[in-house]
């Protein structure tokens, strides 16, 4: 709700509604409450259970018929399975969904896959309108009929080019790479995501051990994911002279767009994704982008054009498209080039509220 929903909630009390949110407690709800929204906190996990979820979906139940909202808006995975449920149950008359990625995806054993489908598919029977963010999930829900209506809609992803450009007034560049510790002549490879093994990090530091350059992640993991962790790639990197004295794990970070100004390539070699906002605010940055070839990721990385798609766990092509980027400024310069105008005409995040502002009725003209 703080990194990603706070503009729409924004845009939608601009046109004159009421926006309440709803989500589990945590360190960051008070500064969503900080701009004057009213945020509801219920005991929503992030595991699939229902057994675990029984009290945040009574919560939600309650709240809705308390309420009586006139729309539900639900994103995240089990917070929108738990979320329809609990709106067609409180008779909300309108609810509308905004997957950030379905969950299942091509890589993924078939067994789960059919039952991850098939809990979309459920709670698609509660979905007036679904909204997706790449064009290709938009087809796949279309095609498996996971929004009862058919009112399905790609909406895209984007971000704030005000905030996140190539533009450096402030000498960020400098500034980081000396705090950091990074030579101005070293090249540096930024990586943001939790730090998950489904994000790629296993595969990326096998790849670091055969490229020339630095390599910052930026994330942490959440207390309620459970996702695999990545011990075992900081026990890797603590165990190794070489990969210790060019790997920074960052932890959690506020300045983002001062670390994409210091960096000079970008890395996303997830196994999963829905339409990765990271790479689209490493493109408005000007950073070419290296990721693996899934779903989203290869929507918006043009291969060869915009930066380089890789194959999923495939850390020897994943090292030679970095290095292929490493050795040349040339290529760098060309790529970030590319994909900046790339991003500024199509991942403007203005135009994405308003696809949603239009679509679900609630612009006042």
Known sequence: MYHFLRPLMHAIREEGHEVVG????????????????????VPLTRTIN??????????LQKLFRDEQFDLVHTHTPV?????????????????????????????MAAPQRAAHISLEWLAGRATHTLFTQSEEDAV??????????GD????GNGSDPAIFNPEDPNGARERIRSTIGTPEGRVVILMTGRQVAEKGYRELITAMREVD???WAVGSRLESDHASGI?????????DADLRSRVHFLGYRQDVPDLMRAADIFTLPSHREGMPRSIIEAMLSGLPVVATDIRGSR???????????????????????????????????????????????????????????????????
């Open 231 to 239: 011990d075992d790639v900081h026990d890797t990197i603590e165990n």
């Open 79 to 107: 917070g929108s399975l738990i979320g329809r449920m609990a709106a067609k149950m409180a008779r909300v008359p309108r609810v509308a969904y905004t997957a950030h990625g379905f969950y299942f995806h091509e890589h």
């Open 22 to 41: 709803v989500c589990a407690d945590g360190n960051l709800v008070p500064m969503v409450r900080s701009e004057g929204f009213r945020v509801e906190t």
């Open 213 to 215: 350059g630095e390599l």
């Open 140 to 149: 796949t829900a279309r095609r498996l009929g996971l929004c009862k209506t």
């Open 299 to 365: 929507e918006e990385v043009l291969d060869g054009k915009t930066g380089l798609l890789v194959p999923v766990r495939d850390a020897t092509k994943l090292a030679k498209a970095l290095q292929s980027l490493v050795t040349s400024s040339d290529l760098r310069k060309r790529m970030g080039e590319a994909g900046l105008i790339r991003a500024r005409n199509l991942y403007d995040e203005q135009q994405v509220i308003a696809r949603q502002l239009n679509h679900l009725g609630l612009c006042a003209s």
């Open 50 to 59: 229902p057994i675990r979820n029984i009290g945040a979906t009574q919560a």
């Open 152 to 155: 399905v809609l790609a909406i």
